[in-house]
């Protein structure tokens, strides 16, 4: 088992950068593939980014791209997601969410995360 614990959401203009935080504790000697998820109000949860358990690759959304990164430190089992360039259709619940992949691969699917944070909301104002 793996516990994920979101920080750092909040209100905010368009435009404006945050930054999301993720520590993970329990199992965290498995090599999981890490990602953050959101889901808009009256929308289905949709995939936003996904690193791999070394750190070495990175997968984003499109809607995403170029303005989002997400990062590791396996030594202090965090993840984050720095978000710049925000807009109000960034809008959403933020999970963190972890899938075993033994090490390998990104995982884009979000029925393929095993465990989850309690999500952090994040609010876009235009």
């Known amino acids: 088992q793996v516990h994920l614990v979101e920080s750092g959401g909040g209100l905010l203009q368009a435009g404006r950068s945050l930054r999301l935080s993720c520590a993970a504790s329990g199992r965290t000697s498995s090599r999981y593939a890490m990602g953050w998820l959101r889901q808009a109000p009256g929308k289905e949860r949709d995939f936003v980014a996904s690193?791999?358990?070394?750190?070495?690759?990175?997968y984003y959304s499109d809607s995403v791209k170029g303005r989002f990164t997400i990062t590791r430190d396996n030594a202090k089992n965090t993840v984050i997601l720095q978000m710049n360039s925000l807009k109000p259709e960034d809008t959403g619940v933020y999970y963190c969410a972890a899938a075993d992949t033994r090490g390998w691969g990104i995982v884009t699917r979000v029925d393929e995360y095993q465990y989850w944070g309690q999500g952090t909301q994040v609010t876009v104002s235009s």
């Open positions: 690193i791999i358990w070394s750190g070495g690759a990175t």
